[in-house]
């Protein structure tokens, strides 16, 4: 019926979960890995361009729902994202989201996309992206502390990007390790499973915690902590979830994404406001070091950014010219004249009727 | 292919425009505009239940991105809409808009819809329920200038909520008042086409003004407007975007939305910020007056607020048990250990190569 087919603008391409496992699929998780980075670092690069807004989230007891907008003035970008730590025990997930790509000019949804397998995909690439300019020269070690839903992706980041060879994992449930273990024993990494957090940062030059208690918590405490040491630090991303005991903070050189949001989310939410930080922008454009000698501590605070977001979207779009996973959805109303959106209704009323 | 099938958690019912017309048409225009303004005040009246925030606006020359959220400690909404005037000049629609309602406790989707037919509805169901508060007594004829894709929806939901009988349309498009009059001709209104603003306002107890461009607008001056009047003012909603003369102002009774938003965005942009005003849901609620004297002008600044996108997409979501008009988008990765997403991707890629 003529009447109910959607206009040329009313149609948004859909990136289904199944749609991305398969774009995944074919691209290869490392290559894609590699590829979400060089988007993330172009975007960086081009800090000025974005605007930039900390994440509006509404906060409950059980967890947090956030909407992470972002325009560089042509595209605008946002992600709807949930953090429950309480949701795996009913066999769900912590985080979940999904994002919508738009063009500034008309306002115009361009892109509908699942965002869980994604944001997993773009958290990893952003951490082994800071890690390439700070972790110590030659580094080929990563202790991995919290072996959840985002640890294989972690893994196989550092390995893509960075060049590691070894992850040792420790995880307070041996059964997490022991699947982190599995999925990653073709992965062409050597394994150490590892009976507690200190046996896992035994020799490794990189240590990445990623655990989703919601309160703070101490994964790492000073002692811990050795010098020339890069500590990606994942897991704190809310107000009241942290990981790290303060002490290391204060004796690191600390590296966020944008402060005026991970001062509220992130570790450095147990430091004064003004505590010095350095912008991984700045850092990727040339504008401020990264590791300075091979003694130094260095710490990505990472709590996510809604640019990482933009890029990862981006990509996407970018990708499905190659590999078409997506459906059309019939998302926008767009009658024959857009002053009337009644008549449209009302011919689809008569159609029903005929 | 069971690999691939969505697990139960992955499923958000999404209702697409071609649901929504059908969904709308099996209701009745009309029946549905009630029903959305029964359940926005209900919302209303319990207006401390709700987070509020101002929207979440990314301002461009040719228009604006918004985001809206709001909770009531149970259920999240919000809503993505667009404002791009110039967006008709090649076919598109000035406000396109989607939503998506979610479970606090888990922040999970559990319902994606587009929400342009569905704003357009619920703006006029918002309108004529301010109306039945403040419009006078035994009101029966409405002044409709601006007759754009808006129109109809305020013309009908003031017939079906408030019993005016009789409206008088203007436009400085002569096409647009010729399309409202045809889409009304068999609608039980009185219609009279007039030639200006002034014409149209001639014995009219409520005027709405509903005009899009991006400026500051002067759509009535003060002379025109005669002691007793309601109005009705749409068009205004953002920054340099307003329609009446600050005089109007200045002698209205102003009742609004969410002060914090209408202060940004409304007619009283234009006015001191800490000029009166009284909050709608007062007035529903039984905390404040609606109008007071037969001679009194009131005016409701109306931009729209996320509780009422709260309230349809609420309505939606019971209608839906009714009219299931939805598909299952498979929106959300469902693994059956929600610690393995890794796993999922890679079982996936496995069940491709086979």
Same mark, same amino acid.
């Given at each position: 019926?003529?009447?109910?087919?959607?206009?040329?603008?009313?149609?948004?391409?859909?990136?289904?979960?199944?749609?991305?496992?398969?774009?995944?699929?074919?691209?290869?998780?490392?290559?894609?890995?590699?590829?979400?980075?060089?988007?993330?670092?172009?975007?960086?690069?081009?800090?000025?361009?974005?605007?930039?807004?900390?994440?509006?989230?509404?906060?409950?007891?059980?967890?947090?729902?956030?909407?992470?907008?972002?325009?560089?003035?042509?595209?605008?970008?946002?992600?709807?994202?949930?953090?429950?730590?309480?949701?795996?025990?009913?066999?769900?997930?912590?985080?979940?989201?999904?994002?919508?790509?738009?063009?500034?000019?008309?306002?115009?949804?361009?892109?509908?996309?699942?965002?869980?397998?994604?944001?997993?995909?773009?958290?990893?690439?952003?951490?082994?992206?800071?890690?390439?300019?700070?972790?110590?020269?030659?580094?080929?070690?990563?202790?991995?502390?919290?072996? &959840? /839903? =985002?640890?294989?992706?972690? %893994?196989? @980041?550092? !390995?893509?990007?960075?060049? *590691?060879? #070894?992850?040792?994992?420790?995880?307070?449930?041996?059964?997490?390790?022991?699947?982190?273990?599995?999925?990653?024993?073709?992965?062409?990494?050597?394994?150490?499973?590892?009976?507690?957090?200190?046996?896992?940062?035994? &020799? /490794? =030059?990189?240590?990445?915690? %990623?655990? @989703?208690? !919601?309160?703070?918590?101490? *994964?790492? #405490?000073?002692?811990?902590?050795?010098?020339?040491?890069?500590?990606?630090?994942?897991?704190?991303?809310?107000?009241?979830?942290?990981?790290?005991?303060?002490?290391?903070?204060?004796?690191?050189?600390?590296?966020?994404?944008?402060?005026?949001?991970?001062?509220?989310?992130?570790?450095?939410?147990?430091?004064?406001?003004?505590?010095?930080?350095?912008?991984?922008?700045?850092?990727?454009?040339?504008?401020?070091?990264?590791?300075?000698?091979?003694?130094?501590?260095?710490?990505?605070?990472?709590?996510?950014?809604?640019?990482?977001?933009?890029?990862?979207?981006?990509?996407?779009?970018?990708?499905?010219?190659?590999?078409?996973?997506?459906?059309?959805?019939?998302?926008?109303?767009?009658?024959?004249?857009?002053?009337?959106?009644?008549?449209?209704?009302?011919?689809?009323?008569?159609?029903?009727?005929?």
């Amino acid at each position: 019926m003529s009447i109910a087919t959607p206009g040329p603008y009313s149609l948004v391409p859909f990136v289904s979960v199944d749609d991305m496992m398969r774009l995944i699929a074919d691209t290869g998780v490392e290559k894609m890995l590699r590829d979400l980075a060089d988007y993330i670092e172009d975007d960086f690069k081009r800090w000025d361009s974005f605007d930039k807004t900390p994440r509006i989230a509404a906060h409950s007891d059980d967890g947090v729902i956030e909407l992470m907008p972002t325009s560089d003035g042509l595209t605008y970008g946002f992600k709807y994202v949930n953090g429950h730590p309480l949701n795996t025990r009913d066999g769900r997930q912590t985080v979940t989201a999904f994002g919508v790509l738009a063009d500034v000019a008309t306002g115009y949804p361009r892109l509908l996309t699942e965002m869980t397998l994604l944001t997993a995909m773009r958290t990893a690439a952003t951490s082994a992206l800071a890690g390439r300019y700070l972790m110590p020269q030659g580094a080929r070690v990563m202790a991995m502390i919290g072996n &959840g /839903a =985002q640890s294989e992706f972690q %893994c196989l @980041a550092f !390995k893509a990007i960075c060049g *590691i060879d #070894t992850v040792r994992l420790y995880d307070i449930d041996d059964r997490a390790t022991q699947k982190l273990a599995r999925n990653l024993a073709d992965g062409g990494l050597r394994i150490v499973e590892c009976a507690s957090s200190q046996q896992a940062i035994e &020799g /490794a =030059q990189i240590v990445t915690t %990623c655990t @989703a208690d !919601k309160q703070y918590a101490t *994964i790492l #405490t000073d002692n811990m902590v050795g010098a020339g040491i890069h500590i990606n630090a994942i897991g704190g991303d809310c107000p009241g979830k942290t990981e790290l005991h303060p002490d290391i903070l204060r004796r690191s050189r600390i590296f966020v994404e944008f402060p005026e949001q991970t001062r509220i989310e992130g570790e450095i939410q147990q430091l004064d406001p003004d505590h010095p930080v350095t912008e991984l922008w700045q850092v990727f454009a040339g504008q401020a070091p990264g590791r300075q000698s091979s003694a130094e501590v260095t710490l990505f605070d990472s709590v996510g950014f809604a640019v990482e977001d933009f890029s990862a979207l981006r990509y996407i779009r970018d990708r499905l010219k190659v590999l078409p996973y997506f459906t059309d959805l019939d998302l926008l109303a767009d009658p024959d004249d857009p002053r009337d959106l009644y008549g449209m209704i009302r011919r689809r009323a008569e159609a029903v009727e005929v």
